[in-house]
């Protein structure tokens, strides 16, 4: 534990030049919005793979599950393993396929459950877990209806759902399957989704395997249909306060969990006629007011972005002008008066009535919101503000 004077100036250290702040009340906000949407018999898992979506997963696991979840889900073994390190108890499904005995062991040593996709993983899994005198390993088999990403193919599910039953050392916890459609307002694709899953489900049940928990519902199955939900649903863009879809903004209200933050490292004023950054992508048509920022493409901020995005100072929007560089970049800030070196500019967030969220960068860019989320480098510290519930120990990382 770090004594308050340490963890204090740590923290101030921390916001000394650029840093991602995360807003912990803004989780248990969205995990109280997203349950409103559950019958009481569909559990929230919190997805916090690759880092929490960006947002530090240590903290966000720890406030997702004081909220109200109650299974965490990652997409690798040592993403799980930090989360089980740091002293996280809750159920760890790992969304990823894992396939070596080291691999298996690691997944029994510190209590995570898998993702079954193949028969023939079914068989490495148990042969492996055989050899360690443990109690049998909760799996959780992944069946393909159209992502045409991981599992078995449905029409194949009976067979490979009495394999795994037959297997001794394997207890099935869960078959779930993967929309890959569910944001979009043409319904066909995820209604032929559902129904392969549970003709599948049918047919397994048909056969004499116990029908263990059902899950397919990723944030955006999670928003539109409820039918969806079956008996736990994996949120994780909605989680972090964003929208699969400009078009659910109506069915919940959602608090975006990140923001970044940089300072004004240097002020000056350039004449007309004056080039920015490198290759002059801007030239000043007038006097103009700069700030500096230290913050750049290797912290995250995308390089295409230069001379596109925007900066919120002191409440007031302002273009960011010239190229972004790899550790600054240059705002003007001539509409601005009074600024000091120091000053605290967001980059995304909202400061005032202004806001620019990862959406705005997402449709610059010709890509989606999570991306962008998963952008932000680890040169840039992960603050976090606010706690998730009373009593609840603020962790910062
Ligand atoms: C990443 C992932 C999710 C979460 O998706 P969101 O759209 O961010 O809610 C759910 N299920 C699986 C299998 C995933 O890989």
Same mark, same amino acid.
């Given at each position: 534990?770090?004594?308050?004077?340490?963890?204090?100036?740590? %923290?101030?250290?921390?916001?000394?030049?650029?840093?991602?702040?995360?807003?912990?009340?803004?989780?248990?906000?969205?995990?109280?919005?997203?349950?409103?949407?559950?019958?009481?018999?569909?559990?929230?898992?919190?997805?916090?793979? %690759?880092?929490?979506?960006?947002?530090?997963?240590?903290?966000?696991?720890?406030?997702?599950?004081?909220?109200?979840?109650?299974?965490?889900?990652?997409?690798?073994?040592?993403?799980?393993?930090?989360?089980?390190?740091?002293?996280?108890?809750?159920?760890?499904?790992?969304?990823?396929?894992?396939?070596?005995?080291?691999?298996?062991?690691?997944?029994?040593?510190?209590?995570?459950?898998?993702?079954?996709?193949?028969?023939?993983?079914?068989?490495?899994? %148990?042969?492996?877990? &055989?050899?360690?005198?443990?109690?049998?390993?909760?799996?959780?088999?992944?069946?393909?209806?159209?992502?045409?990403?991981?599992?078995?193919?449905?029409?194949?599910?009976?067979?490979?759902?009495?394999?795994?039953?037959?297997?001794?050392?394997?207890?099935?916890?869960?078959?779930?399957?993967?929309? %890959?459609?569910?944001?979009?307002?043409?319904?066909?694709?995820?209604?032929?989704?559902?129904?392969?899953?549970?003709?599948?489900?049918?047919?397994?049940?048909?056969?004499?395997?116990?029908?263990?928990?059902?899950?397919?519902?990723?944030?955006?199955?999670?928003?539109?249909?409820?039918?969806?939900?079956?008996?736990?649903?994996?949120?994780?863009?909605?989680?972090?306060?964003?929208?699969?879809?400009?078009?659910?903004?109506?069915?919940?209200?959602?608090?975006?969990?990140?923001?970044?933050?940089?300072?004004?490292?240097?002020?000056?004023?350039?004449?007309?006629?004056?080039?920015?950054?490198?290759?002059?992508?801007?030239?000043?048509?007038?006097?103009?007011?700069?700030?500096?920022?230290?913050?750049?493409?290797?912290?995250?901020?995308?390089?295409?972005? *230069?001379?596109?995005?925007?900066?919120?100072?002191?409440?007031?929007?302002?273009?960011?002008?010239?190229?972004?560089?790899?550790?600054?970049?240059?705002?003007?800030?001539?509409?601005?008066?009074?600024?000091?070196?120091?000053?605290?500019?967001?980059?995304?967030?909202?400061?005032?009535?202004?806001?620019? *969220? &990862?959406?705005?960068?997402?449709?610059?860019?010709?890509?989606?919101?999570?991306?962008?989320?998963? *952008?932000?480098?680890?040169?840039?510290?992960?603050?976090?503000?606010?706690?998730?519930?009373?009593?609840?120990?603020?962790?910062?990382?």
């Amino acid at each position: 534990m770090l004594s308050w004077e340490q963890s204090s100036s740590l %923290a101030k250290m921390q916001r000394e030049r650029a840093w991602v702040e995360i807003d912990l009340t803004a989780i248990a906000h969205n995990v109280s919005q997203i349950k409103r949407l559950l019958q009481s018999r569909t559990a929230l898992m919190a997805v916090v793979k %690759a880092d929490a979506y960006g947002h530090g997963s240590i903290a966000i696991a720890q406030a997702a599950l004081q909220s109200g979840a109650t299974w965490l889900g990652v997409a690798t073994i040592p993403e799980g393993i930090e989360l089980r390190e740091s002293g996280i108890q809750a159920p760890i499904l790992i969304l990823g396929a894992t396939y070596t005995p080291e691999q298996i062991r690691a997944i029994a040593r510190w209590n995570l459950q898998p993702t079954l996709c193949t028969p023939k993983q079914a068989l490495v899994f %148990a042969e492996t877990i &055989a050899t360690l005198n443990t109690s049998p390993l909760s799996v959780h088999l992944k069946l393909d209806t159209g992502m045409s990403r991981l599992g078995t193919d449905w029409q194949a599910a009976m067979e490979f759902a009495q394999l795994v039953q037959r297997l001794p050392n394997l207890a099935i916890a869960s078959i779930y399957s993967h929309l %890959a459609t569910a944001e979009s307002l043409d319904r066909r694709v995820v209604h032929q989704q559902q129904q392969r899953f549970e003709t599948a489900i049918a047919q397994i049940k048909a056969a004499g395997v116990k029908v263990p928990k059902l899950h397919l519902a990723n944030s955006a199955g999670t928003l539109t249909d409820a039918t969806l939900h079956y008996d736990m649903v994996r949120v994780g863009l909605a989680l972090y306060g964003l929208y699969p879809a400009a078009h659910l903004k109506s069915v919940l209200s959602l608090k975006s969990v990140l923001q970044v933050k940089a300072r004004i490292t240097q002020l000056k004023t350039i004449q007309a006629g004056t080039g920015v950054s490198y290759g002059h992508r801007f030239v000043a048509d007038r006097e103009t007011a700069i700030a500096v920022l230290g913050i750049g493409y290797a912290d995250g901020i995308p390089r295409n972005l *230069s001379n596109q995005m925007n900066a919120i100072v002191r409440g007031q929007l302002v273009p960011q002008i010239g190229a972004v560089t790899m550790d600054q970049l240059m705002l003007d800030v001539s509409q601005v008066p009074n600024l000091q070196e120091g000053d605290v500019v967001t980059i995304l967030g909202h400061d005032g009535q202004e806001s620019i *969220s &990862a959406d705005d960068w997402a449709e610059t860019l010709g890509t989606i919101s999570w991306e962008i989320l998963c *952008s932000f480098k680890h040169r840039l510290p992960r603050v976090a503000v606010g706690q998730a519930l009373p009593g609840f120990a603020l962790d910062v990382k």
